[in-house]
């Protein structure tokens, strides 16, 4: 697929990726050899007919491969773009075995990016309404699919979001050169064509809380995400320069930071930041910082080989200009005396025998500490879900991590009528397994509404 | 959207805003916060209440301007309306039948202490309160708390209205109680916390602060807000806004708040100029 080149995208927030030209899309489609039992789907977290669609690219008629796509997929433009798909639909691909696997992401997006510039596409037709509602808490991708999924069905839905955007992760997280933001806009406001009721600034847990939405609704599905960063625990964790990822990506992102001081929310011109970790949100934080114009290094504790974000990003990171120092381990910052980080103190690590994760383990090697001048050091180690909602909701079951505890299968929680899934289920985990978490729930909630008690659960 | 009922110039350079967010009225409890945003790319900034309405809806704030965000809620006029008001935050300050509370507030904090003092004293407690300002003439509410506060107190910068000096002088108002001061709470600005939590600590009295840091989101979300309390590090906006005034380190926390001064001078000089120049209402 087409990008923008290194040099110069390294220096703008727009795509990266610019997508595929009509007749590329036909050619890629075209390499599907349409398997009888596509090894494809069952890889794809909410069940898309993969062939079925890539069929209609082939022959031209981008319209109907559009609606088998959105039979299944709530949010394509998305996907396409973020879904980890080499781990997925693309990795059982029956051609990835002699060579490239289909680009089956990429035929997503090509689908999802047309249709935005369409205007003739009808709304697809809605079954009359049932007279059940439906609160959604969290306007994330696990929310917004239980959302679509339901108002489909003909229940009234209203998703609640704590912050003055909808999207969640997709937009304070995610950012504008990975996944425009008018793109969640879009898909937002398609929702929002199709019934779907919107209602930001409300903190659920705080706003109102679960029990007394629940006597206003029938049915409640939590998707509130992972939203509470972890820090490293070493000193200097507090001064100034030193940012959560999600307070440097929200900065960015949600508050239009990159944009200062147009968007009033300040930021740093820093020029020397660290990003510390390996993950698809560390290359987030280092794309961003390097394009605001910073020297710009991932700190990892293992090698390149363990780091858990997507090669296409990792790859994408290196051509940019970010500099990798990998079997590091930070232990302090260290302050300017005006209570500004102005070093980073690192030790050198080697890989020991595996862990409990399969990898092996970093251990610190003695004496290698090395200090790398800093001015900003963001800390890109993970998140777990937010307490606010298991904190005042009764007879709500939360797991050791404060994930709240659902069954897997139809995402009932420990308490009836409540329903959840994604991150705030999984722990952090990545869009398209929220969605396949919303799929779930949202079958069993309408299984509930159709026939279900409460003292049934 | 949310419409400004009400903004009007109390004292020279703080304005009350009442504004509808019948959401928040209805929920709000003393010592909780909103967060909001003055336009559409404005900033979110966390604002505390200072009062709020449940049958009308609204909400009530004592707004000192200050940096780019106030200046634009200073200059709103009655009948516009802001993008975000979301809230109630943070955790209600704790209020139970201590005995005697003495209620401290200072700045935009004269407006938030209120409800703190009236619910205390719904709750059977003595309640004495003391204000701070530079002079007289920056008090407001006078009326409100002469008829709610068992004994009233004063501290001026210039002497115009009791004590002359700040809240060093706290120790003093303590002795002049008949009866001991079973817990002090203070809300205002940081260097009033500060000040006024040195002063409590030689007398061993339990002093309530409630912490003001820069947020974004308010939910624990970013953590912006973390500040040092005893030796662990806190989230102001979910483990807070209160904290234990003689565990707080200080000098972290104003090092903290000051981390975009220099920028926050950028979009005011940047701002329309009317925000500038905005006449008293």
Redesign the interface.
Known sequence: MPKQPPEIRRRNFLEVALGYPPETAIEEASRCIQCPNANCVPGCPVEIDIPGFIRCIAAGDFARGLRVLKDKSRLPAICGRVCPQEEQCEKTCSLAKKGAPVAIGRLERFLADWEATQTDLELPEIPPPTGKKVAVVGGGPAGLTVAGDLVMLGHRVTIFE???KMGGVLV?GIPEFRLPKAIVEREVNYLVRLGVEVV????VG???TIDSLLEEYDALFVGTGA???W?MGIPG??L??V??A??YL??MNL??GFM?????????RHKRVAVLGGGNVAMDCARTALRLGAETRIIYRRSRQEMPARLEEIENAEEEGVIFEFLTLPTRYIGNG??WVKEIECLKMELGEPDASGRRRPIPIKGSETIYPVDAVVCAIGNSP???IAATTPGLKTGNKGNIVVDEATGKTSKPRVWAGGDVATGAATVIMAMGAGRRAARSIHEFLCSGKPEDW | MYRIVENRMIVPNIHLLTIEAP??AR?ARAGQFVIL?A?E????IPMSLSDWDPRAGTITISVMNIG??TNALASLPAGEAI???????GNPTEIDNFGTVLCVGGCYGIGSIFPIARALKEKGNRVAVLLEARSSYLFYWRERYEQLADRMFYVTRDGTLGLRGHLGRLPEIVRSLEEPVARIIINGCTFALRTGSEASRPLGIPTVVALNPIM?????????C???VGST?KFAC?HGPDFDGHQVDWE?LL??R???MP??I??MR?SRCHGHCHEAR
């Open positions: 704590a912050l003055h304070y930001t600034d409300f903190v705080k706003t109102r939203g509470l960063p820090f964790e507090n100034n320069g940012y959560s999600n307070e929200t900065r508050m239009a200062f001081p147009e968007g009033r929310t300040p930021i740093k005006n209570g937010n307490p606010l | 959401f928040v929920e945003r336009e790319r404005g900033e979110r780019s965000t993008p975000t008001v979301a809230g109630p935050l974004i989101d308010g939910t624990g979300m970013c953590g912006v973390r500040v040092t590090t979910v972290e090092q903290r000051k981390a975009y920028e926050e950028v979009p940047s």
